[in-house]
């Protein structure tokens, strides 16, 4: 089982950027896609984005236009730009690896959106 690890959360101003890594112990592309969720205080988990093997992105519509998800597959690395944050984007962000029905998470990272 991999091993996930995230990085780059923090307090933002609404408007603002940040930038999340997520760095796999094992080969990225050995999975069927790498994801990024979140969890606000109270909520459910939900899905924020992925990239599958193939390249092929998928969004929510919440952050469709705002957060880009990309990876580096030589560092074994998921990112995902966050541009335009708003509060409602304050959560916990984990990273996922997915095989099949089987989802590992990340410990998170902590994202705070000021207004």
């Known amino acids: 089982q991999v091993q996930l690890v995230e990085s780059g959360g923090g307090l933002v101003q609404a408007g603002g950027s940040l930038r999340l890594s997520c760095v796999s112990s094992?080969?990225?592309?050995?999975?069927?896609?790498m994801a990024w969720y979140r969890q606000a205080p109270g909520k459910a988990r939900i899905f924020v984005a992925n990239?599958?093997?193939?390249?092929?992105?998928d969004y929510a519509l919440s952050v469709k236009g705002r957060f880009a998800i990309s990876r580096d597959s030589a560092k074994n690395s998921v990112y995902l730009q966050m541009n335009s944050l708003k509060t409602e984007d304050t959560a916990v962000y984990y990273c996922?690896?997915?095989?099949?029905?089987?989802?590992?998470y990340g410990q998170g990272t902590q994202v705070t959106v000021s207004s």
């Open positions: 996922a690896s997915i095989s099949g029905l089987s989802v590992t």
């Open positions: 094992g080969n990225i592309l050995s999975s069927d896609s």
């Open positions: 990239i599958r093997t193939n390249g092929r992105t």
